[in-house]
């Protein structure tokens, strides 16, 4: 049986950290556009 391009996939990236690295991205980005929206904000007065 042939495997498939996602079968090989799954193999090297279990399911688990694909959604932790997931998690971390938009976690991260949450946390930069935080940071960001404070010295916009504060840099305004």
Do not use: N, W
Request: hydrophobic share 45%; proline share 7%; aromatic share 16%.
């Amino acid at each position: 049986m042939p495997e498939t391009p996602e079968d090989t996939q799954e193999k090297k990236f279990p399911r688990g950290l694909v959604i932790r690295l997931f998690a971390y991205l938009v976690a991260g980005h949450l946390f930069a556009g935080f940071v960001y929206l404070l010295f916009t904000l504060g840099g305004r007065q």
